[in-house]
């Protein structure tokens, strides 16, 4: 369940303050958008996935549309409507930050009726995921769907925004990063990293599995006991961290999905999201199912 866009990243030294105008080093183009990164990054791992998406009737769209048929991702439940396809901007520094501006387009036609029938369509789903780039209502509702098949729902809260209570309601597991997890607490993020006590109480708000990511830090788990577990990533040498939380949602919903327990499935998914910095672009810094083998093998 998810958007999916047009990455269009641009790199440069350093990005322009407020005015300027800058010379960047390269450009490219890539199949982007969180839950299509997250679809694609849970195929790549071996999982069966369906994606449930709306793209325009532009050229980005049928992209789009054989970029999943090309990774082996179902697409009965995708829709095309009137319009533009979603396009994200992206601007990456020499030290691997991104800035990232998202222009939804045809996300924002998804359809929550047609998002429920995908959810009762054929066997029921080991996990369902959504993000909050397409509308909370659809995200709800198949979430509600997911619930009655027994489902586990994995909510990755990303671009940051309050959370409505009909979605908080049916969600098993929430993701967000630093950003996101402020936005949940209607604070603004701080620059040090967010204290246990603060864990605590967010996953007592949102009533559900909390799980956030950290960076370079790694990530920080809320167990059911209300300890907090924090577990650090590998040290890698970051060209460009965009897609990174997604590699991780993906990695952990294909983990979650196989039967690995919490603890096994954040290792996976650091694994593969610290992986996915050290080359440029979203999709395009992912690996291959073959490498992805190798480098779980030990896990």
């Known amino acids: ?74 697409t009965t439940w995708a829709r095309r409507v009137p319009g533009s396809s979603g396009v994200a901007p992206i601007w990456v520094e020499a030290s691997g930050q991104n800035r990232i501006i998202i222009l939804p387009g045809a996300n924002l036609a998804m359809d929550p009726e047609v998002a429920v029938a995908a959810v009762n369509d054929g066997l029921a789903p080991g996990v369902v995921a959504g993000q909050f780039e397409i509308p909370q209502s659809v995200t709800a509702a198949a979430f509600a769907a997911a619930r009655r098949r ?25 993701i967000p990063n630093e950003v996101e997890l402020a936005a949940l607490t209607g604070q603004t993020a701080g620059a040090e990293l967010p204290g246990d006590d603060l864990l605590r109480s967010v996953a007592d708000r949102v009533g559900c599995r909390l799980l956030v990511t950290l960076g370079e830090a790694g990530s920080a788990l809320v167990t059911t006991e209300g300890e907090v577990l924090r577990i650090p990533a ?43 910095v050290t080359r440029p672009g979203t999709q395009l810094s992912f690996a291959t199912t073959e490498a992805y083998e190798q480098l779980l093998a030990d896990l």
Request: net charge negative; glycine share 16%.
């Open 150 to 174: 027994g489902a586990i729902t994995v909510l990755n809260p990303a671009p940051a925004a309050p959370l409505e209570g009909d979605l908080a309601a049916a969600v098993d597991w929430i």
């Open 234 to 276: 590998p040290a890698v040498d970051a060209v460009d961290t965009t897609g990174a939380g997604d590699a991780f949602v993906g990695g952990f919903i294909w983990a979650l999905a196989g039967g690995r327990d919490e603890i096994d499935a954040i290792g996976v998914a650091t694994t593969v999201a610290a992986d996915s």
């Open 1 to 74: 369940m998810g958007s999916t866009m047009m990455d269009l990243v641009a790199y440069a030294d350093r990005l322009p303050g407020a005015g300027e105008t800058v010379v960047g080093s390269s450009f490219q183009t890539g199949f982007g958008g969180k839950g299509a990164n997250q679809a694609v990054m849970a195929r790549l791992l071996g999982a069966d996935v369906s994606m449930v998406c709306c793209v325009g009737t532009d050229g980005y769209g049928a992209e789009t549309l054989q970029n999943f048929a090309d990774r082996g991702i179902d």
